[in-house]
């Protein structure tokens, strides 16, 4: 149920509302903020709550990374302000009368905080706009339900960790019949939400389950995802297991993918992907000649953790290359449906993804196309993508996409040299925090033939 302030002063005044959370999400994807009295916010927090700065320069371990200009010690960590954006105000379906709201990174002078990455995709939205341009998106989201508790995993060292199920039953009504009793509490807690979930399936691997969200603007599709994820995570620690969204999280395990659609409706609200012929339109070979020509620059967005890499090989209905066809599974862009209907799925994106910034990533890099003319000069494959090298490379590793991001000039033209230095910088240390640790592979295989 999406509230106002006067909704939510009625329902505080009842005791049906007596908690606020002011959320905002961090570089990693994940939501950070307070919770508050439902008093306090209505009295003095629904104008902004101080927030410290660690929260957009901490890396995935919440480790107080150096290199970054907004933020860190020779800074002094300063605040910035969470100013809630109302129209998000929300039930927190999960927990007894408690709300959410999300809320805009603002400077203590109040402009944006130009690193935040809600802050990144309304930039986008407005170079959007200005081309009479709506974008509308669907997260399609899929993760492993583990038998684990956090201190089970501790206890095990992160090591042997069982999931769900063991046997495979991909697509069954058996299996989302076994699961049913996370999922039906998932469904109407987002449904109290304003979170329509269109559906749940089992998905390829054991203990994996696949939600598709209903799609909305971007800045709403955003919420929903985070709010599916939240939900998920929390649901299951109340039910005494974990749910991960790690990209690949067993190697003899299917990844876990965020499949992110895309359309653009025009002014008059017609679909900008389809002409009047119903074929596709000039606009949506431009925007896909620059998703496939600048996909590279913006990869660190689409696959951020060192961890993403490992579910982008071949023949897992992960893509392998930068290239596009018309509803076939084995490229990296998918162009499926028809009118209103008529779509981009990009597939390149694990679950892992901070959403804000692969909605972002994508609308720099297709309306680069559009506004730059660009000819879609690569034939939509048909058949099996793996087995023909057509389309770009996709880069190897986190390292090296940070790296094309960090050089890129339509990075820096799309987002500007601050967000280009902070996202880069983000990259490099997180690929360096995993370059140096041991593993327990390594152990496995050295230990006792060296």
Not at 16 to 40: C, F, H, N, P, S
Not at 143 to 162: I, M, P, R, Y
Not at 247 to 268: E, N, V
Request: proline residues 5%.
């Amino acid at each position: 149920m999406t509230l106002t302030l006067d909704s939510l002063r009625q329902k505080a005044q009842s005791g049906e509302i007596d908690t606020v959370i002011v959320a905002d999400v961090d570089m990693q994807g994940r939501l950070y903020g307070k919770r508050l009295t439902a008093t306090q916010f209505l009295a003095e927090g629904h104008k902004g709550v101080g927030t410290c700065s660690v929260v957009l320069g901490w890396g995935q371990d919440h480790s107080l990374d150096p290199g970054y200009g907004f933020t860190g010690w020779d800074l002094g960590y300063p605040d910035f302000m969470s100013v809630p954006d109302l129209s998000s105000l929300r039930l927190y379906g999960w927990f007894p009368r408690t709300a959410i709201v999300f809320a805009d990174a603002r400077t203590i002078a109040g402009a944006p905080v130009a690193v935040a990455p809600r802050v990144i995709l309304k930039q986008q939205l407005e170079r959007a706009s200005r081309l009479g341009l709506t974008p509308y998106f669907a997260s399609e989201l899929e993760f492993f339900l583990l038998k684990e508790t956090a201190d089970s995993a501790h206890a095990k060292g992160f090591v042997n960790l069982l999931p769900r199920h063991q046997a495979m039953h991909p697509e069954t009504v058996m299996r989302t019949s076994e699961d049913e009793d996370f999922a039906q509490p998932l469904r109407a807690a987002l449904q109290i939400s304003d979170v329509p979930v269109e559906l749940v399936k089992a998905e390829y691997s054991p203990g994996q389950i696949e939600v598709n969200l209903r799609y909305a603007p971007a800045l709403e599709a955003v919420q929903r995802h985070l709010l599916l994820k939240a939900a998920a995570k929390e649901i299951a620690l109340q039910k005494g297991q974990i749910a991960t969204f790690m990209a690949k999280w067993r190697s003899d395990l299917g990844g876990s993918s965020c499949h992110t659609h895309m359309s653009l409706c025009r002014a008059d609200g017609g679909s900008a992907f389809e002409d009047a012929r119903g074929e596709p339109s000039d606009t949506l070979k431009a925007f896909l000649a620059g998703m496939l020509r600048y996909g590279r620059d913006f990869f660190l967005l689409f696959a951020p953790t060192t961890n993403s890499y490992k579910r982008l090989i071949p023949n897992t209905f992960a893509p392998a290359r930068l290239n596009w066809g018309i509803d076939n599974r084995t490229v990296a862009v998918r162009v499926i449906g028809k009118g209103p209907a008529r779509r981009i799925e990009n597939r390149i994106p694990g679950a892992d993804v901070n959403p804000c910034l692969v909605y972002a990533g994508m609308l720099a890099a297709g309306l680069a196309g559009i506004e730059n003319k660009r000819r879609l000069d690569q034939p939509a494959l048909t058949g099996n993508a793996y087995a023909v090298q057509e389309g770009g490379a996709i880069p190897e590793s986190l390292g090296e996409a940070a790296s094309l991001f960090a050089k890129s000039d339509i990075v820096r033209a799309a987002f500007g040299a601050e967000v280009q230095a902070h996202y880069a910088n983000f990259g490099r240390q997180t690929d360096a925090a995993l370059a140096a640790q041991v593993s327990d592979v390594e152990r496995r295989l050295l230990l006792l033939d060296i």
